[in-house]
């Protein structure tokens, strides 16, 4: 989609830390860590969030989270414990509108969540 960032990233117009990449997703590291880990997972296919999906998008999101497993147990993070984080809406500060995952780890986090 044009003006898409995350889409550009995936086009390798814009460059990015690349963590793993197939046909279906790619993770890279935020721009702007707010974890010691904190890495972003994107599918390649744009949707802007779950308001946006279809039913043909349901198993991309089983996947990331499959992959969130392996990469987080891949950075040692599987023990200590991570967060997966998906915003929805400026309202709760989604900034890019191209369905994303963060994976955070490496600090203690609280609960609720700001
Ligand atoms: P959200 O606010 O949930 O939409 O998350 C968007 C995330 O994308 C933020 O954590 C940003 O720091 C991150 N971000 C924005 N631009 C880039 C970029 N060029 N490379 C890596 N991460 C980015």
């Known amino acids: 989609m044009q ?4 889409c550009k990233i995936i086009a390798g117009e814009i460059p990015s830390r690349k963590v793993f990449e197939d046909e279906r997703i790619l993770v890279i590291e ?3 860590p ?3 880990l904190h890495l972003l997972l994107i599918p390649k296919k744009h949707y ?4 946006d999906m279809d039913a043909q998008d349901d198993e991309v999101t089983g996947y990331i989270f499959r992959k969130a497993g392996e990469i987080a147990r891949l950075k ?3 023990q200590s414990g991570f967060r997966i984080v998906q915003n929805n809406g400026a309202g709760v500060g989604q900034s890019v509108f191209h369905i994303h ?3 955070l780890a490496g600090r203690s986090f609280s609960w609720p969540p700001g």
């Open 3 to 6: 003006n898409c960032i995350f």
């Open 30 to 32: 935020d721009v702007t």
């Open 34 to 36: 707010q974890a010691p």
């Open 48 to 51: 802007a969030n779950c308001l």
């Open 76 to 78: 040692g993070v599987d």
């Open 101 to 103: 995952f963060h994976l």
